[in-house]
C-alpha cells in the first residue's frame, strides 16, 4: 500500500475510532456509577435483613419496634427503583458478582426482583402489627427471594 | 519481684484484655458495617440527586416522570434510618469522611439531617404534580440540606 494510502487510513481510523473511545469510557463510567449504586442497594437491604434474621432465629431477642423499623426499611429500599442500576453488559470489573444471564433473561430477572418487592411489603405490613410467631412465615418468603434471584444471577 | 508475682501479674493482665481486645475488634467491625451502610445511603440519595440537577440546571431536558421518580427514591432514602450508621467515634479510616464533630454536636447532626427529610418530603411532593418552575426551590433546599451538613460534618 502507497505511503499516502496508509497515511490516509490511519487518520481515517483514527478519526472513527476517537468517539468510540470516549463512547467506551462513557459507557464504562455508567457502569461503574450503575454498579456502586446497586451495590449500595443490597447494602442498605443486608443491613435490615441481618438483625432480623438474627432475631427470627432467636440469636437476639425480639424486639417488636426495632424489627417493625427493619422491615420498614427493607421494604423501602426494595421500592427503589434499581433496575437503571442493571444497564446492560455490566457484569465486567472487580466490583460486581452479576452474571451475563440477566440480560439474557431480562424478564425472569425483574420477575425476580418483584417478587422481593411483594414479599418485602408484606413483611413490612405484618411487622408493623403482629407478632414473632406471624413474622416467620414472611421472613422466609424474603430469604427465599433473595436466594431465587442469587443463584440465578449471582456469581 | 518474685516469679510468681509476675506469672500471676501476667496472667491477670492477660485474662482482663482479651475481652477488652476482642471488643475493640468487635467494635471496628460494627463501624466498618455502619460505615458501609451509611455511604450506601449517601451513594443512593446521589444517584438520584444527580439526574434531578442536571435538569434543574437545562443541562438535560426536563423530563417530568423521570424527575418525579427520582424525587421519591431521594425521599425514600432520606428517610431510611440512617443514624445507627453514625455510632459514636466511627469517624476512623479511609472510607470515611465523617468528622468527629458529629458526636459532639450530635444534636444538630440530627437536626440538620431532619431538615434534609423535610426538604426531600417536600420536593417529591412537588414533583409528583408541579412543573420545573415548582420544583426549582423545593430542590435547591435539597441541595442546601446537604451542602449545609457536609459543611459542618464533613471532611
Do not use: Q
Request: glycine share 6%.
Amino acid at each position: 500500500m502507497p505511503i499516502t494510502k496508509t497515511l490516509t487510513a490511519t487518520l481515517l481510523l483514527a478519526t472513527l475510532s476517537a468517539p468510540a473511545v470516549a463512547h467506551e469510557e462513557e459507557e464504562e463510567a455508567g457502569h461503574s456509577k450503575a454498579i456502586d449504586y446497586r451495590n449500595s442497594v443490597m447494602t442498605v437491604l443486608k443491613w435490615n435483613i441481618g438483625p432480623m434474621g438474627k432475631m427470627v432465629k432467636g440469636e437476639t431477642p425480639f424486639d417488636k419496634a426495632a424489627f417493625a423499623r427493619h422491615a420498614k426499611d427493607l421494604n423501602a429500599a426494595a421500592h427503589l427503583d434499581l433496575l437503571p442500576g442493571f444497564p446492560e453488559d455490566s457484569d465486567e470489573g472487580e466490583d460486581t458478582a452479576a452474571r451475563s444471564d440477566i440480560w439474557m433473561e431480562w424478564e425472569d430477572f425483574v420477575e425476580k426482583y418483584r417478587t422481593l418487592k411483594k414479599a418485602a411489603s408484606e413483611l413490612a405490613e405484618t411487622a408493623s402489627s403482629g407478632g414473632l410467631e406471624a413474622i416467620k412465615p414472611k421472613f422466609g418468603a424474603v430469604g427465599k427471594a433473595c436466594k431465587s434471584c442469587h443463584d440465578a444471577f449471582k456469581d
